[in-house]
């Protein structure tokens, strides 16, 4: 019989026995529910059985990991329960998982002109009897050209699209009580494991609520984010107006040469956009100061640029400043709790001193304006002076732009305030959204190693505390935003891929990094790769692969 080795101890087990049922034994000794096993150094699924020898470990629903596959799970449930509350009679309806508001699941479904709240009844109560019956998952490996032909016969044809591009001669096909579907990524044995759950009506859609990773059994309320909403339903808007909905779609494109247009277009309805938001600047006279505020990696610097030669249209004269200049010296900044410098936290910034300068140029008085040395930790004064004229604009750029501390004293009409982030809606087909928080790790992969010399193992070991600081001090103040700019690029992630993937194969098998390196290598392996010659200078894809025109 197989010997496994568990928190140092070994024990027996039968060949053939499940991982689940081995979960099960130790599941008191945790507080979240056990969704998946460590094996070997190998993640693996519960439904999956033992072989051989070997060392396990366990992952809960509080892991990131564990996390993902319970919101999998759940969009598999709720896609097989519209298909069984549906009148058989009527053409089949077809689920669409578009993007995520807060943790919430914004998903369209073709095939009805109106959902109804008896719709969504029937639906939560469909998937509420899914949990309670404890249906099992399983999980075959197919040849790539059977798994292809399910999915043609179930009429998912983005899915047969988006296989015609694979490299692997085989596919993962998941199968819930006869409906076949595929996941990007690991699932749970069984139905019985997402008891909790909520099905919403949104919009022009259904909202799929979900627990949030760190409170795993609990259903936060829905908090509406009407102005995120509307930029994720423009992004969709362009995205059709290109003919790209999937990456399948942006395969078939790039394999017909239509690539350069595409890249075009894109660009163009973002200058566009970029344009309509200096109009409403300009448009607002008392605004003297522009506060940018956005996540890592979303382009904020490249976008300040471009917003601001558009503001020069409108005659108006902008200073771009980076509240990164009112750190506070290195010996003054606050520490974590592991001892660590923390830079994300308002209280890093001089934030006295910042409202002192700008009430001194609100007031037409000429300031010497800071600037921070990274190498020394110090603030420095380099005789550059500032006064505002009539025309002129201040474009500062900072993750803490949108909180009203930090710019305590300025009166609310002097500010225009823009939240950006890359807010993906390019979907790997259906069912697999392609997560925002991927496509900035991969632009900071990116970026960090051409910048800074930083290595992939490096940038994916911090980004969790980023990740934080982006909860606490950025996503909070999105909706306060006077306009909102996405700056995500349907193309961009077949540019990436090729400055990514050699970035992330350096990373080594026994560091705790290589599984995301390896989930993302997976990701990107879906897209064919784009040449980055091809992209205008002034892209905002530009300030992560180099050669841009701006100073990024």
């Known amino acids: 019989m197989p010997i496994i080795v568990i928190k140092g101890e070994k024990k027996e087990y039968v060949k053939g026995t499940t991982f689940e049922q081995i979960a099960e034994e130790y599941q008191k000794e945790y507080t979240d529910r056990i969704g998946l096993v460590m094996f070997n150094g190998k993640i693996r699924e519960l439904m999956k059985k033992v072989e051989k020898d070997g060392v ?37 309806l077809r689920t669409k998982v ?25 639906l939560n109560a469909r998937m509420q009897e899914m949990a309670e019956q404890d249906q099992p998952i399983s999980k075959h490996v197919y040849p790539i050209d059977d798994a292809t032909e399910i999915f043609r016969r179930q009429g998912m044809e983005d899915k047969v699209k988006l296989f015609r591009y694979r490299r692997s001669s085989e596919v993962n096909v998941y199968r819930l009580d006869g409906f076949c579907d595929y996941f990007y990524g690991y699932m749970l044995p069984s139905t019985s494991y997402v008891p909790y759950f909520r099905v919403e009506k949104y919009k022009s859609g259904i909202l799929l609520v979900l627990p949030p990773q760190n409170r795993s059994s ?16 423009l992004s969709n808007e362009w995205g059709d107006k290109m003919g790209i909905d999937n990456v399948g779609d942006l395969n078939d494109e790039i394999c017909k040469g239509g690539i350069n247009d595409l890249i075009l277009v894109q660009e163009a309805l973002q200058e566009r956009r ?14 003297k100061f522009v506060m940018i505020a956005g996540p890592s990696s979303s382009g904020k610097t490249t976008f300040s640029h471009r917003l601001s030669i558009q503001l020069r249209t409108y005659g108006l004269v902008p200073h771009p400043i980076s509240l990164d200049n009112y750190f506070k010296n290195r010996e003054f900044t606050p520490r974590d709790a592991e001892g660590n410098y923390n830079f994300e936290c308002l209280e890093a910034l001089d934030v006295e001193q910042f409202n002192q300068d700008m009430t001194k140029l609100l007031n037409g008085e000429k300031v010497e304006m800071p600037t921070f040395n990274f190498l020394t930790g110090k603030r420095e004064m380099n005789g550059d002076y500032l006064q505002l004229g ?3 604009v201040l474009v500062i750029e900072g993750i803490h732009g949108l909180n009203d501390k930090m710019s305590y004293s300025l009166p609310s009409s002097s500010k225009f305030r823009i939240y950006i982030s890359a807010l993906t809606t390019l979907n790997i087909d259906a069912h697999n959204r392609i997560s925002t928080t991927d496509e ?54 077949a540019v990436l891929k090729q400055y990514a993937e050699p970035l992330l194969f350096r990373i080594e098998k026994d560091e705790p990094e290589y599984y995301e390196a390896k989930r993302l290598l997976k990701f990107l392996d879906y897209f064919i790769g784009v040449d980055s010659t091809q992209l205008p200078h002034n892209s905002i894809c530009r300030e992560f692969v180099g050669g841009s025109c701006f100073n990024v």
């Open 56 to 92: 396990l470990s366990f992952i809960t629903m509080g892991d990131s990991i564990g996390h993902q596959s319970y919101v999998r799970t759940a969009i598999m449930m709720m896609i097989k329960a519209v298909h069984d509350i549906s009148d058989p009679k009527q053409p089949v």
């Open 98 to 122: 578009e993007f995520t508001i807060g943790y919430g699941y914004f998903c369209t479904i073709k095939g009805i002109r109106q959902i109804s709240q008896d719709f969504v009844d029937k």
């Open 218 to 233: 609990e259903i936060v309320p829905f908090a509406a984010r009407d102005k995120l909403f509307e930029q994720l339903m």
């Open 274 to 287: 970029i344009g309509q938001i200096a109009e409403h600047i300009d448009n607002s006279p008392d605004v």
């Open 390 to 392: 009539k025309d002129d």
């Open 440 to 493: 900035r790790l991969l632009r900071r992969i990116v970026r960090d190693a051409r910048t800074r010399g930083a290595t992939a193992k490096h940038t994916i070991g911090m980004w969790g505390s980023v990740r934080a600081g982006e909860e606490q001090n950025i996503f909070p103040f999105q909706e306060s935003a006077d306009e909102m700019f996405n700056s995500a690029q349907i193309y961009e992630l």
